[in-house]
Nanobody, 124 residues
């Protein structure tokens, strides 16, 4: 059983930056691909970014490409999401998730374990 704990959310002005962290325990972290998703009030869960188990492959939603960067440190069992040039429309609860599947990385259904989420609020 994998446990995931996100941190680093908060309130930031538009144009600012935040770095989210997701610490994993209870499994072999390097066996899992990792993803970040977000969900705004009244909206469906949305894919944000994905990183392969070794870190050699990353993939981003078009809405965050060029502004967000996903990385991982397998020695620390942690995945990060660096968010720059934040916009009010980035406001959401951000979740990290794990998968061992090589399926469609933007499909939330392939992810098995989820964190509790961290709130990101971007003011205009």
């Amino acid at each position: 059983q994998v446990q995931l704990v996100e941190s680093g959310g908060g309130l930031v002005q538009a144009g600012g930056s935040l770095r989210l962290s997701c610490a994993a325990s209870g499994g072999t972290f390097s066996n899992y691909h990792m993803g970040w998703f977000r969900q705004a009030p009244g909206k469906e869960r949305e894919f944000v970014a994905h990183i392969s188990r070794g870190g050699g492959f990353t993939y981003y939603a078009d809405s965050v490409k060029g502004r967000f960067s996903i990385s991982r440190d397998n020695a620390k069992n942690t995945v990060y999401l660096q968010m720059n040039s934040l916009k009010p429309e980035d406001t959401a609860v951000y979740y990290c998730a794990t998968t061992a599947s090589n399926g469609v990385v933007s499909d939330y259904k392939i992810y098995n374990y989820w964190g509790q989420g961290t709130q990101v609020t971007v003011s205009s």
